[in-house]
């Protein structure tokens, strides 16, 4: 009987969360493969540190619409590239693995999706690895080391490559 118990314990406490987190991630896969339109994008500095009363912070969505006057390069994706994009970003991080992150959050890139005259996103920094999303997206940037290289190569290999880190001349 204990053994029945402990091993419903386990399950419980295991693998619950586990269906959880993929319930939630697939809900975002769903987002991305439900829109009328996904669009990457690399844009100019955004989140910069206010110094005085009346400093300006640009922000990638500004009153619900993109702020165009920071882009850079875009490309809207086809149905294979959102696949890809939704599948890299949804790839669960394994249990007991961490990575060292930065913290200097200058993103460059973003990760639009339209559905319905509404714009969701991601604002992306790939120094720090780390993004903000808006408020409709559910997913953790705690991301394997793994995803956030498939990630950059996504990027870099559609040629949004402004502002992508390198280090001593080279890609990380």
Same mark, same amino acid.
């Given at each position: 009987?204990? %053994?029945?118990?402990?091993?419903?314990?386990?399950?419980?406490?295991? @693998?619950?969360?586990?269906?959880?987190?993929?319930?939630?991630?697939?809900?975002?896969?769903?987002?991305?493969?439900?829109?009328?339109?996904?669009? @990457?994008?690399?844009?100019?500095?955004?989140?910069?540190?206010?110094?005085?009363?009346?400093?300006?912070?640009?922000?990638?969505?500004?009153?619900? =619409?993109?702020?165009?006057?920071?882009?850079?390069? =875009?490309?809207?994706?086809?149905?294979?590239?959102?696949?890809?994009?939704?599948?890299?970003?949804?790839?669960?991080?394994?249990?007991?693995?961490?990575?060292? =992150? /930065?913290?200097?959050?200058?993103?460059?890139? /973003?990760?639009?999706?339209?559905?319905?005259?509404?714009?969701?996103?991601?604002?992306?920094?790939? $120094?720090? #690895?780390?993004?903000?999303?808006?408020?409709?997206? #559910?997913?953790? $940037?705690? &991301? =394997?080391? @793994?995803?956030?290289? %498939?990630? #950059?190569?996504?990027?870099?290999?559609?040629? &949004? $490559?402004?502002?992508?880190?390198?280090?001593? /001349?080279?890609?990380?």
């Amino acid at each position: 009987m204990i %053994k029945i118990f402990l091993t419903l314990t386990v399950f419980f406490f295991c @693998i619950t969360p586990v269906a959880f987190a993929q319930k939630s991630k697939n809900k975002v896969y769903q987002t991305f493969m439900a829109a009328d339109s996904v669009v @990457i994008v690399s844009h100019t500095l955004t989140y910069t540190p206010i110094q005085n009363d009346g400093d300006y912070s640009p922000r990638l969505i500004e009153n619900g =619409r993109l702020n165009e006057k920071i882009i850079k390069q =875009r490309l809207k994706l086809d149905k294979k590239d959102i696949d890809l994009l939704a599948s890299t970003l949804i790839m669960s991080l394994k249990l007991g693995e961490t990575f060292e =992150r /930065g913290m200097c959050f200058m993103p460059h890139h /973003g990760i639009l999706i339209y559905k319905q005259n509404k714009c969701s996103f991601f604002d992306i920094c790939f $120094d720090c #690895k780390h993004f903000v999303t808006s408020a409709d997206i #559910k997913l953790s $940037d705690n &991301l =394997r080391i @793994i995803t956030w290289q %498939k990630l #950059k190569a996504f990027f870099k290999s559609r040629k &949004l $490559d402004y502002q992508i880190p390198m280090i001593h /001349g080279k890609e990380e």
